[in-house]
């Protein structure tokens, strides 16, 4: 997907690279092309996130209801249940997934 994400940035544009791949993924880029067409190339790894300064701004966001993060939960799972959920997410059949702790405890009802 990189590849072609590059390949069909415009010349003087910019492709960004999200999440990880894995560690034997590799792309052949021509840096003729980069040059000569003024692309760019930029990594962005939790989004390039500060914590100490990102956070406090998407809670305050999801407070006032500007951030469903609810919304990106594909499902809650059970700690006894963590083997599972690995094997999902490296599947891609899941993409987020909260564990919950105490089978009594619905992460819903611990929102602050």
């Known amino acids: ?8 940035t415009a010349p003087g544009g910019r492709t960004i690279t999200v999440g990880l791949p894995t ?3 590799t792309v052949e880029i ?3 092309a980069l040059v000569a067409e003024g692309r760019t190339i ?3 790894y939790l989004g390039s996130a500060v914590p ?3 956070i406090p701004v998407f ?3 999801w407070r006032a209801g ?3 993060v609810e919304k990106l939960i594909s499902s809650t799972i059970a700690l006894d249940e963590i083997n599972r959920a690995m094997d999902l997410l490296a599947s891609g059949a899941e993409l987020r997934q909260i564990i919950r702790f105490d089978a009594g ?3 819903a009802e611990t929102r602050a």
């Not at 997907?1 to 069909?8: D, I, N, T």
């Open 23 to 25: 560690p034997q993924e």
């Open 59 to 61: 809670v305050d966001l």
């Open 105 to 107: 405890t619905d992460p």
């Open 1 to 8: 997907m990189f590849a072609s994400a590059l390949a069909l």
């Open 52 to 54: 100490a300064r990102d």
């Open 30 to 32: 021509s840096p003729l």
């Open 66 to 68: 500007k951030l469903p």
């Open 42 to 44: 930029v990594g962005s």
